[in-house]
């Protein structure tokens, strides 16, 4: 983890490679895309992942952003997440 890097993004990219099991996602930059050219999630894998992180961070990202725009990139859902559980003791 680089100092500009958060343990919320280092986290999701550790919970990309197991989901898609391509160790290249603990690498990949912030704005990679989570779905087609990207990390390449499929529905099913959108869903898996938000599935595990509301088990690990406790954010139900599908039940509060209804347009999705936090699954845009990598950088993106690490953001939503930060900010939701900002203030969390």
């Known amino acids: 983890m680089t100092k500009d890097e958060s343990a ?31 990390i390449g999630l499929d529905s099913i894998g959108g869903t898996m992942l938000l599935t595990e992180v509301e088990r690990v961070f406790g954010v139900d990202v ?5 347009n999705l725009d936090s699954l845009a990139s990598i950088g ?6 930060e900010a939701a559980t900002a203030g969390r003791a």
Do not use: F, K
Request: overall charge negative; proline content about 7%.
């Open 76 to 81: 993106a859902l690490a953001d939503y997440i």
């Open 62 to 66: 599908a039940g509060t952003d209804l």
């Open 8 to 38: 919320v993004l280092v986290r999701l990219r550790s919970m990309l490679a197991d989901l898609t099991h391509d160790d290249a996602a603990r690498t990949a930059p912030p704005e990679t895309p989570l779905l087609r050219d990207g």
